[in-house]
C-alpha cells in the first residue's frame, strides 16, 4: 500500500468518525427529547389516573370524604380539643337517642352508623379474606405443578397464588339494618350468582353467623346478607279478636291476610284469594299455626259472609276444635269426597254465572272466597280409603287447583311427607311454605331444587322454633324465613264466638294476653 492510499484511508476514516460523530449527537438530542416527553407524558397520565381515582373514590365513600374533610378543616381552624369534646358530645346524644327512642334512631341515624362501621371495620377487612377461603377467587389455569418424589411416597404440590385485584370481587357497598348486614360484591369475570349460592354455607361459617343468603341484584352484581340477630326467635302472637270486632268484612284485604312475621321484623301477609298453599312440616313443626293464624285475621270476613271455610280433618282433632267456624266440614275419605264434589257443584254454578263476563269473579257475599283447609292432605290421597276413592280425591283437588283461582276458590293443604307419591298434586300448588323436616331431601321436593343452596335450611330449624318456615315460589325471588302467629286453643273457642255472631266473652282481651307456654304450648302446634 502506497502512502497515498494511506492518507486517503486515513481521511476516511476520519471523516466517517466525524460523521458518526455528528449523528450520535442528533441522536442524543433526539433521545433526550423524547425521554422528556415520554416523562412529561408519564406524569400527566399518572396525574390524571389518580384524580381521577380519587375522584371516583370520593364520590362513592361520599360520607367518609365529607367526614375526612370536615375533620381536617376542623383541624386546621379550631385544633383538636374542640374536635375531641365535639365527637364526645355526638356520640353521647347519638347514645341517648338511642336509648329514649329507638324506633326514630334506627331509621334516621342507626343504619348510617352501622353501614360506615361495618364497612371499613369488618368487611374490608376481612372479606376478601372470606373470599379466598370460600373458593370464590377466579385461580389462573395451567399453574406449574411440583413433584416430590421420595423412597416412600410421590406427592404433586400446587404452588398457592395470591389472588390478583382483577381476580377478587370487590366490595362496592353495605347496607346494616337491625338484624341484617347488606353486602353488595361485584363480581368478576368467570363468576357467576350461583358459584356464591354454593358458598353460603361456608360464608356463614366465615361470618359467625347462623344465616346467609344470596341475592342476586344485577348481571354482575349479587347481596351476601347476613343475619346477625334471628328476629324470630320469640313467639309471635296472633291477632287480638277484640280489636277487629270494630272492623267490617270489606275492609279485609284477602290478598294481604296477616299471618305472622318475617325474618326482617316486618308483618308476615299471606295472599289467601287467587293463589293456593301446600305445607309441609313434621309433626310438631307448626302447621297448626300456620293454618289458624290466618284464620284468625278473616275473622270479620268470616263473620260477615265474605269468606266461607271448609275443612277436611282426617285426625278429626286438628280443625274439630273449632268445628262451628267450618261451613262444611268432614273427617272420613268418603265425606272428603263428598265435600270436594260440594265444593266443584259451586265452581261449576259460578262458572256458568261469569263464563264470558269477567275474567276474576269479585268476592261478594252471595259468592264469597270458599277457603278450603285441607289437613293431612298425604293421608287421605296415599294411605287411607282404596283406590277409586283415592283417585277420585286427587281428581278433585286437581280441578279444584287447576280452575278455582279466578272463580274464587283457595286450597290450603298441609303434608308432613311431601314426596311426589304421598301428593301427586304437588306441583298444582303455586305457593309452598317449608316447616321444619327431617332431611335436606325434603327442602328440595316442597320448595325446589336450589331452595336450599339458596338458604333455605328448613331441616337445621330446631325443634323449639314452632312455626318457623320458609317461603319459596310465586311472588318470592329468595327464600324468605317467617314464623306462623301463635293462636292458643282459648282463642279457637273465642274465634267460633266471633264467627257465629254471639257475644263475645268479657275477657277475651286477657285471654290473649296471657304469657307464652315453656316448651310446646298446646293447641298452638300441629
Given at each position: ?7 486517503l ?6 471523516g ?6 455528528k449523528?450520535?449527537?442528533m ?25 381521577w ?24 381552624w ?23 327512642d ?20 369488618v ?6 379474606r ?9 385461580p ?14 410421590r ?86 279478636l ?76 286438628e ?6 267456624i ?85 286450597v290450603?293443604?298441609?303434608v ?12 298444582l ?5 317449608c ?12 320448595l ?41 286453643d282459648?282463642v ?27 316448651g ?7
Amino acid at each position: 500500500m502506497t502512502e497515498a492510499q494511506l492518507v486517503l484511508l486515513l481521511g476516511g476514516g476520519v471523516g466517517a468518525l466525524w460523521v458518526l460523530h455528528k449523528i450520535g449527537q442528533m441522536l442524543t438530542k433526539v433521545l433526550e427529547a423524547l425521554a422528556a416527553a415520554a416523562v412529561v407524558f408519564v406524569t400527566a397520565w399518572l396525574l390524571v389516573k389518580s384524580v381521577w381515582w380519587l375522584g371516583r373514590w370520593a364520590v362513592r365513600h361520599w360520607r367518609t370524604t365529607l367526614t375526612s374533610v370536615a375533620a381536617m378543616a376542623w383541624l386546621s381552624w379550631l385544633g383538636w380539643p374542640s374536635l375531641v369534646i365535639t365527637v364526645g358530645a355526638v356520640t353521647v346524644a347519638l347514645l341517648l337517642w338511642r336509648v329514649v327512642d329507638r324506633g326514630t334512631f334506627e331509621p334516621w341515624a342507626g343504619r348510617w352508623v352501622r353501614a360506615w362501621w361495618q364497612r371499613w371495620m369488618v368487611y374490608a377487612r376481612r372479606m376478601p379474606r372470606w373470599l379466598r377461603a370460600c373458593g370464590l377467587t377466579v385461580p389462573d389455569r395451567g399453574q406449574p405443578v411440583t413433584v416430590n418424589v421420595n423412597l416412600f411416597r410421590r406427592s404433586a404440590v400446587q404452588p398457592r397464588v395470591k389472588a390478583r385485584p382483577d381476580q377478587l370481587p370487590k366490595i362496592v357497598g353495605v347496607r346494616a339494618g337491625p338484624s341484617w348486614d347488606e353486602v353488595r360484591v361485584r363480581l368478576v369475570p368467570g363468576q357467576t350468582p350461583e358459584d356464591f349460592d354454593l358458598a353460603t354455607r361456608a360464608l356463614a361459617v366465615a361470618r359467625g353467623v347462623s344465616r346467609c343468603q344470596i341475592r342476586e341484584v344485577g348481571p354482575d352484581l349479587v347481596s351476601i346478607d347476613f343475619q346477625r340477630r334471628d328476629r324470630l326467635a320469640s313467639l309471635v302472637t296472633c291477632q287480638d279478636l277484640t280489636e277487629l270486632a270494630a272492623v267490617k268484612g270489606e275492609h279485609i284485604d284477602l290478598r294481604k291476610v296477616w299471618s305472622g312475621r318475617t325474618e326482617y321484623g316486618t308483618d308476615w301477609n299471606q295472599p289467601l284469594a287467587g293463589g293456593h298453599t301446600l305445607t309441609a312440616g313434621a309433626t310438631g313443626a307448626g302447621k297448626n299455626s300456620v293454618m289458624w293464624s290466618p284464620i284468625v285475621s278473616l275473622a270479620p270476613a268470616i263473620r260477615d259472609g265474605l269468606v266461607r271455610v271448609s275443612g277436611i280433618d282426617p285426625k278429626g282433632m286438628e280443625l274439630a276444635y273449632g268445628r262451628r267456624i267450618f261451613g262444611r266440614y268432614a273427617v272420613s275419605s268418603k265425606d272428603a269426597v263428598a265435600l270436594l264434589d260440594d265444593l266443584i257443584e259451586e265452581l261449576e254454578r259460578r262458572k256458568a254465572e261469569f263464563a264470558g263476563r269477567l275474567r276474576d269473579m269479585p268476592i261478594t257475599r252471595e259468592f264469597p272466597l270458599e277457603l278450603l283447609e285441607f289437613d293431612e292432605i298425604g293421608a287421605l290421597m296415599r294411605y287411607v280409603g282404596d283406590r277409586k276413592t283415592r283417585e277420585a280425591m286427587i281428581d278433585r283437588v286437581a280441578v279444584l287447583n287447576t280452575q278455582g283461582r279466578a272463580l274464587g276458590f283457595t286450597v290450603r293443604g298441609y303434608v308432613q311427607e311431601p314426596t311426589k307419591d304421598t301428593v301427586p298434586v304437588r306441583d298444582l300448588f303455586p305457593r309452598k311454605i317449608c316447616l321444619r323436616v327431617a332431611s335436606k331431601s325434603h327442602v328440595a321436593m316442597v320448595l325446589g331444587d336450589h331452595a336450599y343452596d339458596r338458604g333455605a335450611w328448613a331441616n337445621r330449624i330446631g325443634e323449639s322454633e314452632a312455626g318457623v318456615g320458609y317461603l319459596f315460589g310465586e311472588g318470592v325471588r329468595e327464600p324468605l324465613r317467617v314464623r306462623a302467629g301463635w293462636v292458643p286453643d282459648e282463642v279457637i273457642k273465642q274465634l267460633e264466638t266471633f264467627v257465629t255472631g254471639a257475644t263475645m266473652p268479657a275477657q277475651a282481651g286477657k285471654l290473649l294476653a296471657l304469657p307464652a307456654p315453656v316448651g310446646q304450648p298446646a293447641g298452638g302446634v300441629a
